[in-house]
């Protein structure tokens, strides 16, 4: 199978990658640009561990291939924090107990950061929605509900006096 040289933008960096056309994004990001944070689960799309945001949107990594994101905007959990510090919604999971084992983490909090870019006033019911569409074997999911919600009041009222 040919390969192909493309260009990634990834975390705000440039990259070049050469790859065959079929190799998904979640293999690249993993063993070609060695972003670990972004996990293998099921590898059918189904339990949203692999899960990134391209151009703002939350996407499944594993369903993906990665020349079809040449020059998107790719997101992965290593985003999230700076300089070795957590970010707030990191900082509410970890407030909230939203997590346990953490394997599922990194797909949940880059469902919950690219959801809340565009519903910042979600409920708490539109948040239970949303995380439904991932799976998590540990939580009972409670407290990634609680962890998000806290997050996006604490964003709401970043601008609040008190």
């Known amino acids: 199978m040919s390969k192909h040289l493309i260009e990634l933008?990834?975390?705000?960096?440039?990259?070049?990658?050469?790859?065959?056309p079929r190799r998904t994004l979640?293999?690249?990001?993993?063993?070609?640009?060695?972003?670990?944070?972004?996990?293998?689960?099921c590898e059918h799309g189904v339990?949203?561990?692999?899960?990134?945001?391209i151009d703002g949107t939350p996407a499944r990594a594993c369903l993906t291939f990665a020349v079809q994101v040449e020059?998107?905007?790719?997101?992965?959990?290593?985003?999230?924090?700076?300089?070795?510090e957590l970010n707030d919604l990191q900082q509410a999971f970890a407030d909230n107990h939203g997590l346990q084992c953490g394997f599922c983490t990194p797909g949940f909090l880059m469902l919950a950061e690219g959801y809340l870019a565009e519903n910042p006033?979600?409920?708490?019911?539109?948040?239970?929605?949303?995380?439904?569409?991932?799976?998590c074997r540990c939580?009972?999911?409670q407290?990634?509900?609680?962890?998000?919600?806290?997050?996006?009041?604490?964003?709401?009222?970043?601008?609040?006096?008190?």
């Open 9 to 20: 933008n990834v975390n705000g960096t440039e990259y070049e990658v050469i790859t065959e």
């Open 26 to 41: 979640v293999d690249v990001l993993r063993h070609d640009l060695r972003l670990t944070g972004t996990h293998v689960g």
């Open 47 to 53: 339990c949203g561990a692999c899960t990134v945001l």
């Open 71 to 84: 020059n998107a905007d790719i997101r992965t959990v290593e985003s999230l924090g700076i300089d070795g």
């Open 121 to 135: 006033d979600a409920t708490k019911d539109e948040i239970r929605e949303i995380v439904a569409s991932n799976y």
């Open 139 to 141: 939580t009972g999911y």
């Open 143 to 162: 407290t990634i509900v609680e962890a998000i919600d806290s997050c996006a009041e604490q964003r709401r009222c970043a601008g609040c006096v008190k």
